[in-house]
């Protein structure tokens, strides 16, 4: 009796000890802080995103102004006479240019009625004051020779589709949908900043109430 007696006590140290390491701190330190968890992303998820959104506005606007402030015209192809070399929903960039100056083979912009019209130069009569042009799409070359007075400039550059967001910019619910667009990344930016400094104190919160 006195060994089962003595075995069983020591049985009870044993769970007693065991059961004690599960016993939380008295302070507190101990199973009892949490972290802010998936929380702690959000600040840096909105700031990212604000300054994706802000990046592809000003992406998509560059294009589209700087040129203007460098002397170069911006017009958008919405025909395909000169493809493939142009492709229409492209963006051409012209460049003023003296019209003795255009060589054979140049792809000049000029005036054809209501609309601006980008060929290629198949000749430059000097003498006459006038080119002989032809879409590269074209069979054929252009009926009427063109004045020099009719001549807007060279085609320096293109990029293909951004002629499309050429045209959203010159109506104003497009102008209006880029504003939005832009003040959207811009409150992100702020909301992640404000998000940031209110997990910063609530951290330090509790810290100090530890």
């Known amino acids: 009796m006195t060994g089962h007696s003595t075995m069983s006590k020591k049985m009870d140290n044993k769970k007693n000890v065991n059961d004690n390491n599960f016993i939380p701190a008295a302070n507190g330190s101990r199973g009892s802080e949490k972290g802010p968890g998936l929380l702690a992303y959000v600040p840096a998820f909105c700031s990212l995103l604000g300054t994706l959104i802000l990046l592809t506005v000003i992406a998509a606007a560059l294009p589209l102004t700087v040129p203007g402030f460098m002397g170069y015209k911006i017009y958008n192809v919405v025909s395909g006479s000169m493809e493939p070399a142009i492709p229409v929903g492209s963006i051409v960039y012209v460049k003023d240019i003296d019209p003795s100056e255009v060589n054979t083979g140049d792809i000049i912009a000029f005036e054809g009625g209501d609309s601006v019209i980008m060929h290629r130069v198949q000749e430059n009569k000097v003498v006459e004051g006038s080119f002989v042009t032809r879409g590269d ?22 990029i293909p589709i951004l002629g499309q967001i050429l045209t959203l910019f010159g109506t104003s619910f497009g102008r209006i949908c880029m504003v939005c667009f832009a003040a959207c990344g811009a409150l992100l930016n702020i909301l992640g900043a404000r998000l940031r400094d209110a997990l910063k104190y609530a951290c330090e919160e509790e810290a100090a109430g530890s």
């Open 137 to 158: 799409a074209n069979d054929s070359e252009d009926l009427a020779e063109v004045p020099y007075d009719r001549l807007i400039g060279i085609v320096v550059r293109h």
